[in-house]
C-alpha cells in the first residue's frame, strides 16, 4: 500500500493512493499513520480490506498539500557514509561500523514543503536518502530475517544538510543536521511487501533541473537488514521510528571548488524508484 497524510500543516489527514494512482481518504477507518497503526495488524488489515473494496472516499487532489506520510515520529536515527561511491567522492574511508547520528523529528516537512537555508549558511547542501519506517518494535536483533521483519514500509527522505555547521564548527555532526525543514520526507510511506528487495532501489536528485545524484542502494556499504540489526544492538527502536539510511555519490561536498552548494531561490527534486518524487524551494530562514 501507499500510504499518505494531505492538508495543511498540523492537520493532515490519512490517505491512501490506490492501484489507480486515485488519492482516497482513509480518516473514516483510521484516526491517523503512525506507529500505533504501522504495530496494529488488526488496523492495518482493516486499511487493506477498504483499500481493496474501492469504495473509500475519493479525495481532489488538486491543490492539496501532501504532508509528511507518518506522524508523530519517535526519533530518525541516520547513517553517515553508508555508500561505497559518497566515500569515495569525499575522500573518507569506509567505516568499518555504521556511523550513527540523530535528526530531531520536529525537522521533517512535507515532500514538496519549503525548505530553508540557516542563517549564515554558505554551505547547505542535499542528500537523497531511503528511509526505513519501523513497524515492530526491534532491540538485540540476531539476523537480518529479523530485521527485515520489523520494517513496516520505506519512504523518500531528503537528508538537507549544512556543511559548515556539520564539520567546522565543533562538536559532532548534529549541528549541520537539525536546522529547521531539513528533513523532507514523502510523498508515500510504502508498505513493505510492495519493496521486494531494499537493495535493488534507484536514487536520483536534481538541483535546478540539472541531475546531480544517480545512485542505486546496491552500492550501500551496510544493506537495510544490517542497519536496523546494527542499530538494535545500541538502542531499542519503535514502531514510528525512522531511520534514513545514507547517501550516494554527487552531493556539493564531493564537487571540486567552487563547491555548488545551495542558495536560497534553488529548486531541488529528487526520487526514489517505486517511492514517490519530492520538489522543494529553497528559501532564505
Request: aromatic share 6%; charged share 25%; glycine share 10%.
Amino acid at each position: 500500500m501507499k500510504l499518505l497524510r494531505v492538508g495543511t500543516a498540523g492537520s493532515e489527514r490519512p490517505a491512501l493512493l490506490d492501484a489507480e494512482g486515485i488519492l482516497r481518504d482513509l480518516s473514516g477507518v483510521v484516526p491517523d499513520i503512525d506507529g500505533a497503526l504501522l504495530a496494529d495488524d488488526a488496523a492495518l488489515g482493516r486499511v487493506r480490506a477498504a483499500a481493496e473494496s474501492g469504495e473509500l472516499p475519493v479525495l481532489d487532489a488538486d491543490g492539496l498539500r501532501v504532508g509528511p506520510p507518518l506522524a508523530r515520529i519517535g526519533k530518525i536515527v541516520c547513517i553517515g557514509l553508508n555508500y561505497h561511491d559518497h566515500a569515495r567522492e569525499t575522500g573518507a574511508e569506509p567505516p568499518a561500523e555504521p556511523v550513527i547520528f540523530f535528526k530531531a523529528a520536529d525537522t521533517v516537512v512535507g515532500p514538496d514543503d519549503t525548505v530553508l537555508v540557516p542563517r549564515g549558511s554558505v554551505k547547505t547542501d542535499w542528500e537523497v536518502e531511503l528511509a526505513v519506517v519501523i513497524g515492530r518494535t526491534a532491540r538485540y536483533l540476531e539476523s537480518h530475517e529479523e530485521a527485515l521483519a520489523r520494517v513496516a514500509g520505506y519512504a523518500v527522505a531528503h537528508d538537507v544538510s549544512e556543511r559548515e555547521f556539520q564539520i567546522e564548527r565543533g562538536g559532532t555532526w548534529d549541528k549541520g543536521k537539525n536546522c529547521e525543514t531539513f528533513n523532507p520526507l514523502g510523498p508515500w510511506l510504502v508498505t513493505a511487501d510492495e519493496v521486494s528487495d531494499p537493495q535493488d532501489l534507484s536514487l536520483k536528485l536534481w538541483v535546478n533541473g540539472e541531475l546531480k545524484q544517480d545512485g542505486t542502494t546496491a552500492e550501500q556499504i551496510f544493506s537495510v537488514a544490517e542497519v536496523v540489526r546494527y542499530v538494535s544492538q545500541f538502542m531499542t527502536l519503535y514502531p514510528g521510528d525512522v531511520i534514513n539510511t545514507g547517501t550516494p555519490a554527487g552531493v556539493a561536498l564531493g564537487q571540486p571548488e567552487p563547491k555548488p552548494y545551495l542558495r536560497a531561490g534553488d529548486v531541488v527534486e529528487l526520487e526514489i524508484r517505486g517511492l514517490g518524487r519530492q520538489r522543494q524551494e529553497f528559501k532564505p530562514a
